[in-house]
């Protein structure tokens, strides 16, 4: 029961007439129960600021109490895209994820990023409940996350939200964004060799206009605009040194959107794309994964950089358009998860999948250019109940091995 609601029965209870107590009169009635609602509520709500924990100077809302303080589970109805429940893992297989959070805020600054737009917004609580239900659900042992503010509010949602999941290694770096997001990761399994290239040129230079409008940044050098995090998981069977890992190495991704972006995506893709080739071709013991929010579908520019002979895509027998692989509410199959060649026998056909979580309706998307890949956004309806991102966490089993042409140890 609800502070509002325990309160009101509480005063129903003490205002009702009873033996010897003469019986009030209805407007008198409802006053006092009124006026005493009201008082329980606010010493209610006084308490729960004065016991909600600090974290770096802000306070965080008051820690919920008992499963009944949630808001209540999504319905069975099945998913508009992906599908309701994640497979079962085969035996000694690791679910790697990615999910695209949508502004992972858990306060209005952050204390490592003074670049952050006025306009971020806490998280909604109820939204941090839903993405902690979607992330329970997917049983992820590596995810990666985009849209993050800072590592303190990683970590601060992950111990406040998904105690118990044996996250205990995290890692998020500045990537230099404007709106202050990060990419990142949680692992059960523990992390190292974080890196970002902040400041990198990678080709070319902004042209003259951003759609109709002149740019900003006209015949400037093109630098990532949110760099990749490259990160080295340590699997439980590795003997690995940090100078020749053995595990994952993994680059989560989150390129530039948005129409006018796509020269901007693509030369963050060819950029990515060849780092990342060049770590595999470095650590020939290790599996190269290039995973994230990728703003752009497989056929698309941002996409069509990473070379299909060189990287896998375990999607890549379902036609775009599938519902079960779409990863956006908009309709589109902009994230995903790529394997480098020499380690595609680590993912079995059938491994990747989309989890399905209540997506909100796109309303009227309308093209706005010339290329027919290139979509608004649109106009948003109302997020349904369970809301948690605009996005879908993506995910695959990988059941690590030797890279084909390695000789086992």
């Known amino acids: ?78 998913p508009r895209f992906g599908i309701p429940e994640p497979p079962r893992r085969a035996p000694g297989a690791v679910r790697v994820a990615s999910w695209n959070l949508q502004d992972l805020f858990l306060w209005p600054e952050s204390p490592s990023d003074a670049r952050r737009a006025s306009a971020a917004l806490p998280k909604p609580d109820d939204e941090l409940h839903a993405a902690a239900r979607v992330i329970r659900a997917l049983d992820a042992d ?151 929010d990728f703003n752009a579908q497989p056929s698309e520019p941002g996409r069509l950089e990473y070379d299909p002979t060189l990287w896998l895509d375990p999607f890549g027998e379902l036609p775009q358009s599938d519902p079960i692989a779409i990863t956006h509410a908009s309709g589109r199959r902009i994230d995903g998860v790529l394997i480098w060649h020499a380690s595609s026998a680590i993912a079995a056909p059938g491994a990747a999948f989309v989890l399905g979580a209540p997506a909100a309706a796109l309303a009227n998307p309308e093209p706005s250019s010339a290329d027919p890949h290139e979509r608004v956004v649109g106009v948003w309806g109302q997020g349904p109940a369970g809301w948690a991102s605009d996005h879908l966490p993506v995910a695959v089993d990988i059941t690590p091995a030797p890279r084909r042409g390695d000789a086992p140890e």
């Open 142 to 292: 590596v995810l990666a996350l985009q849209e993050v503010g800072s590592l303190q509010e990683l970590e601060a949602f992950r111990d406040r939200y998904l105690a118990g999941m044996g996250y205990a290694h995290a890692a998020s770096l500045d990537v230099g964004d404007a709106r202050g997001i990060e990419q990142a990761v949680l692992s059960r399994f523990p992390l190292g060799g974080a890196t970002v290239w902040p400041d990198a040129q990678i080709g070319g230079v902004h042209p003259q206009h951003w759609g109709p409008q002149r740019h900003q940044l006209a015949g400037q050098p093109v630098r990532f605009r949110r760099g990749p995090l490259r990160v080295l998981v340590d699997l439980p069977a590795d003997k690995t040194a940090p100078r020749d890992p053995s595990g994952l190495i993994l680059y989560v991704v989150h390129q530039k959107s948005g129409p006018a972006g796509a020269y901007w995506r693509r030369a963050e893709a060819t950029a990515t794309a060849a780092l990342a080739a060049q770590d595999a071709r470095d650590h020939p013991r290790a599996h190269v994964l290039v995973l994230g």
């Open 1 to 78: 029961m609800n502070p509002a609601a325990s309160a009101r029965a509480t005063a129903g209870a003490a205002a009702g007439p009873g033996p010897g107590r003469q019986a009030l009169s209805s407007a008198a009635r409802w006053d006092a129960w009124a006026w005493r609602a009201l008082a329980l509520a606010l010493v209610a709500c006084a308490g729960a600021m004065l016991t909600a924990p600090l974290r770096d100077g802000v306070r965080l809302p008051a820690e919920p109490q008992g499963a009944s303080a949630a808001p209540a589970a999504q319905g069975r109805q099945p």
